[in-house]
């Protein structure tokens, strides 16, 4: 490995291989806030009813699709490891954002989402496994917020470039779907440099060891530490159903956001196209700012606990704004701003980093790739109502989004980790002692 002896400072190398990992998160955000600002263009070319537009956002990468990805992908990086999925499945994701670069039609433009999702589902257990066992031991928090401005990012040059080309209609819509593919194939290049995280080589190095010895040999249970049977035990079962619980309910909110928030901005608060999109790529900006200045500086340092409670609060009360008051411009700009600065050192941040840290190396994969799935697919399912909720009126929309962003804070506070400090190594050894 690449990190230094001490476990305090990062090479040039190992911020390299956090970016081509972390832009896995790009080509993610992306590709939703590429949908989400889309969505107008294609509804008034297309006729496109709003339970179609559920549907769109359903099957896409925001949810369902993803959510697949993530749990086939997550499996074989476990299995086969991190480097042949998440290099390969970028030609996969480039096919399917092809479908939408040349979209005639509104089913030409579900297909697309739905091959898109299912790539950037499969990359994202592999490149946040990647992330964390290849950076500096005690800078794991500080390497993974590097992942998560690289998904903040993403919307915002989307969203810039839909702002440029706006007078280009749909041509403008299909030269950002291009970028993403042009992008996807650049990456694919670029990773074939990086090796295999060394933690997975370790780790399937002792199973084969383990399945080589005797019975009556302590090590055996190394082998059986892969198992699908070993995720669903209590232990593993128990940080899944935190996990879980945290992340999906925040992600009810983010999901929503991300991909309708430019749709609700023009359809309620009666914004324009521009401004509607200018607003979105502001928070995605307050949001790259909270993660480098809160979340990068603090996380692997002070009480991740407590972190995570003021950011929780903050999103709370940022929500209820559109719940209480009327959306007028002032009113979206203190709750976007609210929302991204919360949101930058929070829920998102703290899922990707406690899901690395909470499980074995050779289930590490397999386990985010479950959650992702079990909350992709939930989001899907809630997709499909946010259109329909939102023309019936959405102050009740709203409340029930803060009140998602309540029940998320109130689980990640109670049930926090406290892992900042420790290596992968220390925290396995943990598990096994518990095990």
């Not at 590097?146 to 440029?164: D, E, I, R, S, T």
């Not at 084969?208 to 070993?230: F, G, H, I, K, Y």
């Not at 945290?246 to 901005?265: C, D, E, S, V």
């Not at 324009?272 to 928070?283: D, E, I, N, P, R």
Request: hydrophobic share 55%.
């Amino acid at each position: 490995m690449t990190a230094s002896a001490d476990g305090m400072t990062s090479s040039r190398e190992d911020w390299k291989n956090t970016i081509l990992a972390g832009l896995a998160n790009y080509i993610d955000a992306g590709s939703i806030v590429a949908g989400g600002a889309a969505l107008a263009l294609w509804m008034e070319a297309y006729k496109m009813s709003n339970s179609l537009v559920g549907l769109v956002g359903a099957l896409g990468p925001n949810a369902i699709s993803a959510g697949i990805g993530a749990l086939i992908g997550g499996r074989l990086c476990d299995l086969f490891g991190r480097k042949k999925i998440y290099q390969y499945d970028m030609l996969f994701y480039a096919f399917g954002m092809a479908w939408l670069v040349f979209a005639i039609n509104p089913w030409m433009v579900v297909i697309g989402f739905f091959l898109v999702g299912l790539a950037v589902g499969a990359d994202i257990p592999a490149s946040w496994s990647m992330i964390a066992e290849m950076a500096p031991e005690k800078q794991r928090g500080k390497h993974s917020g590097v992942a998560q401005m690289l998904w903040y990012l993403g919307p915002v040059v989307v969203l810039l470039m839909f702002l440029v080309l706006e007078p280009l209609g749909l041509l403008g819509a299909r030269i950002v779907f291009a970028h993403l593919a042009l992008l996807a194939l650049g990456l694919t290049f670029l990773r074939s440099s990086m090796h295999e995280s060394q933690h997975w080589l370790d780790a399937q190095a002792a199973k084969a060891e383990a399945l080589a010895a005797p019975p009556a040999v302590a090590a055996a249970p190394v082998a059986s530490a892969a198992s699908w049977r070993t995720l669903f035990t209590r232990q593993h079962f128990g940080s899944m159903a935190f996990l879980i619980g945290m992340y999906l309910f925040w992600n009810l909110w983010a999901g929503t956001n991300g991909f309708f928030l430019p749709y609700i901005l023009r359809t309620v608060g009666n914004q324009g196209q521009s401004m509607a999109v200018l607003l979105t790529a502001m928070s995605f900006l307050v949001g790259m700012a909270s993660i480098y200045f809160v979340f990068m500086k603090l996380v692997d340092k002070v009480n991740q606990r407590t972190l995570f409670g003021i950011s929780a609060l903050i999103q709370v009360v940022g929500m209820a704004l559109f719940a209480i008051f009327p959306m007028t411009l002032p009113v979206a700009m203190l709750h976007i701003f609210l929302m991204a600065f919360g949101g930058g050192f929070g829920a998102q941040s703290f899922f990707q980093l406690w899901s690395s840290e909470m499980f074995p190396t050779l289930l590490r994969s397999t386990a985010q790739g479950v959650m992702f799935a079990v909350v992709r697919i939930t989001l899907g399912f809630w997709s499909f109502f946010v259109p329909i909720l939102s023309s019936t009126g959405f102050t009740r929309l709203a409340w029930i989004l803060t009140g998602f962003l309540a029940v998320s804070g109130l689980v990640g506070f109670i049930w926090a980790p406290r892992n900042e400090g420790k290596s992968l190594d220390e925290l396995e050894a943990a598990m096994a002692a518990k095990g």
